[in-house]
C-alpha cells in the first residue's frame, strides 16, 4: 500500500488506473478511523480492482468555535487500519495544496444544506460538498462509499453528483453501532465512562420511533415528544434537535404516510452526537 501526498501523483496514479481499465474504489473520510470507516473499505475491496482512501481533516467545513484544531489525527495508525482492510492507497494531503493562497470556488447545494445539522452548522455542507468535488476531481472514482449515519451528507452528495454530471456512483452503507446501539464515531472518544453510558439513549430513541411508527402511530409530533422524554431523562444530554423529514429532500414530515428519515443531534456533556434511521410505515 501507497500513501501519496501530491495532488498531481495522485490523479495521475488515477488516470493511469483508468488507462488500464481497472475500477477505483474511494472512501473519504477525516480520519481518526473506526469500524464504520473500515467496513466501506471492506466493500470498496469486494467491488474494485484499486481501493484509495483519503484522510483530510477539512478545515472549511468547521466552524470558528469548531474542534478543527483539537480533532483527532493518527496517520500512522489510520495508514495501517487502511491497509489491513485493503486499501491500495491513502490520499493525504495537505491543507495548503487543497486549499492554496486565495482560493474563491465553493460550492454549496440549495435547501438541502440548510436543513437538520446545516441549521445549526451555517457553512458546513458548503465545506463537505466543495472538498467531496474536489476529491472526486483529482481521483476520479467509479464508486464512492459513504455511511448512513453521516445521512444528511450522502444527501447532499448525491444531490451535487447528480446537478454536476459527476461521473461517479454513490454507495451509502449501514451505520456500524457499538453492541449497545450507539453509532461508531471519532468523537465517541470524547465522552467519559457516565456519559458513554448516557450516549446509549440515542438509538433507544430511535428504535422507540421505529416500534410507534410500527404501531400504527403517524403524528410526528407525538413520536418527537416521546422521543424527547426518553433522551432528556440522561442528565447529561442537551437535543440540538430530533426531526422527521423526507429522505431525499429533507422536508418536514408532519403525518407519516410513506418511507421518513428520523435524525437527531444532541450533545452528551460537551461532545455532539447524530444519528438517525430510516423507517417505512
Known amino acids: 500500500m501507497k500513501v501519496i501526498r501530491s495532488i498531481r501523483s495522485m490523479a495521475d496514479f488515477s488516470r493511469n488506473a483508468h488507462i488500464k481499465g481497472k475500477t477505483i474504489g474511494f472512501v473519504p473520510t477525516m ?145 456500524v453501532r457499538e453492541k449497545d446501539g450507539l453509532a461508531m464515531s471519532s468523537r465517541n472518544k470524547y465522552l467519559d465512562k457516565k456519559e458513554r453510558a448516557d450516549a446509549a439513549v440515542l438509538y433507544q430513541a430511535l428504535r422507540m420511533a421505529r416500534d410507534l411508527i410500527s404501531h400504527g402511530v403517524t403524528d410526528s409530533l407525538s413520536i418527537i415528544r416521546k422521543m424527547r422524554q426518553l433522551i432528556s431523562s440522561k442528565k447529561s444530554a442537551r437535543i440540538q434537535y430530533i426531526s422527521i423529514v423526507n429522505p431525499v429532500d429533507l422536508s418536514g414530515v408532519n403525518t407519516i404516510k410513506e418511507r421518513v428519515l428520523i435524525a437527531l443531534s444532541v450533545y452528551i456533556g460537551k461532545t455532539r452526537l447524530i444519528d438517525n434511521i430510516v423507517v417505512s410505515p
Open 31 to 175: 480520519g481518526a478511523l473506526h469500524e464504520g470507516h473500515l467496513s466501506l473499505i471492506r466493500q470498496a475491496r469486494k467491488e474494485n480492482d484499486v481501493v484509495v482512501v483519503s484522510v483530510f481533516v477539512n478545515p472549511v467545513q468547521f466552524g470558528p468555535k469548531e474542534d478543527y484544531k483539537h480533532y483527532p489525527r493518527n496517520l500512522k495508525r489510520d495508514t495501517e487500519l487502511s491497509r489491513k482492510s485493503g486499501a491500495d492507497i491513502v490520499f493525504y494531503p495537505d491543507a495548503g495544496d487543497m486549499y492554496f493562497f486565495n482560493h474563491k470556488t465553493y460550492i454549496e447545494v440549495c435547501g438541502l444544506s440548510g436543513y437538520l445539522c446545516g441549521k445549526f452548522r451555517p457553512g458546513h455542507f458548503k465545506g463537505v460538498a466543495t472538498v467531496v468535488a474536489k476529491l472526486f476531481n483529482i481521483i476520479n472514482p467509479d464508486t464512492s462509499y459513504f455511511g448512513q449515519k453521516d445521512a444528511q451528507q450522502a444527501i447532499v452528495i448525491k444531490k451535487m453528483v447528480e446537478d454536476l454530471n459527476i461521473p461517479v456512483r454513490i454507495k451509502v452503507m449501514p451505520t
